[in-house]
């Protein structure tokens, strides 16, 4: 007899972990299924999905990392400390990014112990439905020899997204690597190539840049960073080309990939062109970065009559729920940007459902932030969306050159932008690029949550001096009131 549960939730990454933990806090009884050891050296499943194993978290550590190399290498002089025979050692750096994901891994297996979620390890499908119970199959367990039968009221598919990769350029995650292995670098390469001047192209550019790389992206678009606000893309142009030196080419559109060997070393050549013409870009190692694609292959998606978007997601409403009935899916499997809080929210959001409660996401406060320095972070409208929504407002922007705190630290590169309704004085979008702007961010994030105006914001006492005060005088900005600026 298959085992039985209230809740099955299909994948184990932020969407789903937290799906199942809430779920279980709720009264449910709640079993998820994944199927990746990543890095396991046992090959057991390791929790936590894309984000804490290949994602946000290892990307993370590498980058604070790098950049603490950075400040030794170039920023430590102007305090009047000189470091001399300063050395990366890069197994080092990628042993204690790996301390950190087993730490974080084995935690969330401590917590589905505490809130009684079973884990069942292997791939999760759908085989069918039998008396309003969802069937469903896990096979290829570790040490497991048949499949697994398991039924449930409900299901929550959380199975992720994979790296996207590209016709003729085969990624072996050694020479050519996707996110996965660009995590893992043994050494410094001396010339890195990137396709794609998004998140993970810009962070983990920046990681190997600041290890000493040269290091060329290679950008479809014509624009940089269509998706931020022109004034943050601008200053990021800026600095990242400028003043770091990092060689971006924009509107390109590439060509053929290969590989030869020059003496022992393997030399990788991407034939592209843009408005400038043909050229060629040889590396020693090639990021791919274009995206990520939905993991919906092999999940029984057609035999139950799961419905897909035109985009391989699964299609749901905007509480989650699928077109099957007890059928929900949530995370990056789904429509909306693939961010970890995004998925951690919907996951909250259906089990509270599930168990007969309000649960809902704002889906207009999700912040975005991209880890480089400078940190770029956003939330609600940019400035080219409010112009083309034809809405009325205003703007305040200061730069963290008037910010005492921001000079003390020796890092006044960017600004804090606020637009608010013309005519309410509603808070739209906040838009920061400066040291710091992953955390500065929560402040508007809370602001937008409860509906505030610019006013709010201005008339709230922040703490002196500190980088905060930047959002403070951007809110008196937009009734041109800026006190220090
Ligand atoms: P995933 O984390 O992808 O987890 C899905 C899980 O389901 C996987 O473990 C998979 O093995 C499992 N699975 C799939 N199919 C099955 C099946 N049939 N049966 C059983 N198990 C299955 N986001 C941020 O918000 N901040 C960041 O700083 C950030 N940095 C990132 C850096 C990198 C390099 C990358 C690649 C991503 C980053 N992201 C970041 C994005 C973030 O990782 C994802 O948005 C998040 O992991 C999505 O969570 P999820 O639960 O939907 O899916
Ligand atoms: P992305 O969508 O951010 O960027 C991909 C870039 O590649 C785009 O600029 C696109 O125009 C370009 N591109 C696509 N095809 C191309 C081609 N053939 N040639 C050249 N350029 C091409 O995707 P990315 O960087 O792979 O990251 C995937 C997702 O992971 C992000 O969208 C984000 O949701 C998530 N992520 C979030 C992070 C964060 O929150 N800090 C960090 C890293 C990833």
């Known amino acids: 007899m298959a085992k039985q549960f209230?809740?099955?939730?299909?994948?184990?990454?932020?969407?789903?972990?937290?799906?199942?933990?809430?779920?279980?806090?709720?009264?449910?009884?709640?079993?998820?299924?994944?199927?990746?050891?990543?890095?396991?050296?046992?090959?057991?499943?390791?929790?936590?999905?894309?984000?804490?194993?290949?994602?946000?978290?290892?990307?993370?550590?590498?980058?604070?990392s790098s950049e603490l190399f950075d400040e030794a290498s170039r920023g430590f002089a102007m305090h009047g400390i000189a470091v001399e025979g300063l050395k990366v050692d890069?197994?080092?750096?990628?042993?204690?990014?790996?301390?950190?994901?087993?730490?974080?891994?084995?935690?969330?297996?401590?917590l589905f112990k505490k809130n009684k979620v079973t884990l069942l390890a292997g791939r999760g499908r759908f085989v069918g439905r039998e008396d309003d119970l969802w069937q469903l199959e896990v096979t290829g367990g570790v040490g497991k020899d048949s499949a697994e039968m398991v039924a449930a009221r409900h299901v929550i598919v959380a199975t992720g997204s994979s790296a996207r990769h590209l016709d003729g350029i085969p990624v072996d995650n050694k020479m050519i690597c996707d996110s996965s292995g660009a995590?893992?670098?043994?050494?410094?390469?001396?010339?890195?190539?990137?396709?794609?001047?998004?998140?993970?192209?810009?962070?983990?550019?920046?990681?190997?840049?600041?290890?000493?790389?040269?290091?060329?992206?290679?950008?479809?678009?014509?624009?940089?960073?269509?998706?931020?606000?022109?004034?943050v893309a601008k200053e990021a142009w800026k600095t990242f080309t400028r003043k770091q030196g990092l060689r971006i080419h924009l509107g390109v559109k590439i060509g053929e990939v290969t590989q030869s060997k020059k003496g022992r070393e393997s030399v990788i050549r991407i034939e592209y062109e843009n408005n400038e013409?043909?050229?060629?870009?040889?590396?020693d190692r090639l990021i791919v970065s274009v995206g990520r694609i939905p993991n919906t292959t092999g999940l029984g998606a057609e035999i139950v009559g799961l419905?897909?978007?035109?985009?391989?997601?699964?299609?749901?409403?905007?509480?989650?729920?699928?077109?099957?009935?007890?059928v929900w899916a949530v995370g990056d499997?789904?429509?909306?940007?693939?961010?970890a809080h995004k998925g951690m929210e919907e996951g909250v959001m259906v089990a509270e459902r599930i168990a007969g409660q309000a649960g809902h996401v704002n889906y207009d406060a999700i912040p975005w932030v991209i880890y480089t320095h400078p940190e770029i972070a956003w939330v609600g409208k940019t400035e080219t969306e409010l112009k083309n929504?034809?809405?009325?407002?205003?703007?305040?922007?200061?730069?963290?050159?008037?910010?005492?705190?921001?000079?003390?630290?020796?890092?006044?590169t960017g600004f804090v932008k606020m637009l608010a309704d013309a005519k309410t004085d509603r808070i739209l979008g906040v838009h920061v690029i400066g040291a710091n702007a992953s955390e500065l961010i929560a402040e508007a994030v809370v602001a937008m949550e409860f509906g505030a105006s610019a006013e709010d914001i201005a008339r709230i006492c922040h703490a002196h001096p500190s980088l905060s005060e930047t959002m403070?005088?951007?809110?008196?900005?937009?009734?041109?009131?800026?006190?220090?600026?």
């Open 6 to 64: 209230d809740l099955v939730v299909i994948g184990a990454g932020p969407g789903g972990y937290i799906a199942a933990i809430r779920a279980a806090q709720l009264g449910l009884s709640t079993a998820c299924i994944e199927s990746e050891p990543y890095a396991d050296p046992k090959g057991a499943v390791r929790l936590g999905g894309t984000c804490l194993n290949v994602g946000c978290i290892p990307s993370k550590a590498l980058l604070r």
């Open 90 to 110: 890069v197994p080092t750096m990628i042993r204690r990014k790996d301390n950190i994901v087993t730490q974080l891994t084995t935690g969330i297996r401590g």
């Open 183 to 231: 995590l893992s670098f043994d050494a410094v390469p001396k010339r890195l190539g990137v396709i794609g001047a998004g998140v993970i192209g810009l962070e983990l550019g920046s990681v190997w840049q600041r290890l000493g790389a040269d290091v060329t992206v290679l950008e479809a678009l014509p624009d940089f960073l269509a998706a931020a606000d022109p004034a």
């Open 277 to 283: 013409g043909a050229s060629t870009l040889e590396c």
């Open 307 to 326: 419905k897909l978007d035109d985009r391989g997601r699964v299609e749901v409403n905007q509480n989650c729920q699928t077109n099957l009935e007890n």
């Open 333 to 339: 499997v789904v429509r909306g940007p693939m961010l």
């Open 389 to 412: 929504a034809g809405v009325d407002f205003r703007s305040g922007q200061i730069p963290f050159l008037a910010n005492g705190r921001a000079l003390g630290q020796g890092d006044t």
């Open 472 to 485: 403070h005088e951007a809110a008196l900005a937009v009734d041109k009131r800026a006190l220090h600026f």
